[in-house]
């Protein structure tokens, strides 16, 4: 499931059923499969397997879970007391020299032993969750969530500083369906916004720009230009994504995308205002 954007946390009478208020957290979205023959498949967004790339995490699901749950959530890496997003991106290796520790932070289950569970309203599978998860601890947790208003609101203020991105409200009674929905809707702090990448700018492999379209249909080139670990993880996900080489009428010749993906920018106001590119979304 992909939440949809909101702009301000709803009600908890606002929807029938009720809601829950869970952390948006800032890391790599990734279904955790737990096999019968003993082997973890974590599975990004893109369908690509990441448990080469997060060993400790793999492990650990192996060892802790048995064979038969499937759960939900996100890769998330911790730095000097928050998270940090750009230490996802850096190889096992690099982070363990750092001692840069990654957890896997569930909010959902989708199956349990023997039984597809998600026909069942999020209220129950919240409750499976807790029980397949009571036995185990750091690096593998059960994502932070409340039923209280107020409570998301003073989250949202004061987890900004620890890296939180925003609250994801979600309706209790809500089965769990592939794709996006208003069953779910995520709040996140406005110094960010979303975008669907149209093209990429200079060699298609490492990309320096990239040309976005903004909600009101404006489109943007990016700037400045980005970063070597940026060009190389934008040119890893366009592969076997792109089209023709256009001449756009305001921002020069482009390599278009056949298939756009969603990506998170920065903007700065002042007298030239710029869109900084800050990743490709892993949340929908």
Request: positive net charge; proline residues 7%; contains cysteine.
């Amino acid at each position: 499931m992909r939440p949809r954007p909101a702009d301000e946390i709803p009600a908890q009478g606002s929807t029938p059923g009720g809601l829950q208020y869970s952390l948006k957290l800032d890391g790599f979205r990734a279904l955790a499969f737990i096999l019968e023959d003993g082997k973890v498949f974590l599975q990004s967004r893109s369908r690509r397997d990441l448990s080469r790339e997060f060993p400790e995490i793999a492990a650990y699901l192996r060892d802790h879970l048995p064979p038969g749950i499937v759960l939900d959530g996100e890769l998330c890496a911790y730095r000097d007391g928050r998270l940090n997003f750009t230490d996802l991106l850096r190889s096992h290796s690099d982070r363990k020299l750092s001692g840069v520790p990654v957890s896997y932070i569930a909010f959902d289950i989708l199956a349990v032993p023997g039984r597809d569970v998600r026909a069942l309203p999020l209220r129950e599978r919240w409750e499976l969750l807790g029980a397949a998860l009571q036995d185990v601890g750091p690096p593998l947790q059960r994502v932070l969530a409340t039923l209280d208003e107020e409570t998301a609101h003073v989250w949202f203020r004061d987890m900004r500083a620890v890296g939180v991105e925003g609250i994801v409200a979600k309706a209790l009674n809500s089965p769990y369906r592939a794709g996006g929905t208003w069953a779910w809707r995520k709040i996140r702090h406005s110094d960010t916004r979303d975008g669907v990448l149209l093209g990429v700018y200079g060699p298609v492999e490492r990309p320096q720009a990239l040309l976005v379209q903004l909600p009101g249909d404006r489109t943007v080139k990016t700037s400045p230009r980005l970063t070597p670990t940026q060009s190389r993880q934008v040119g890893e996900l366009v592969r076997g994504r792109l089209g023709e080489l256009t001449d756009h009428p305001d921002h020069g010749p482009v390599r278009m995308l056949t298939e756009p993906l969603l990506v998170e920018l920065r903007q700065a106001a002042g007298r030239h205002e710029t869109a900084r590119f800050v990743r490709v979304r892993s949340d929908g």
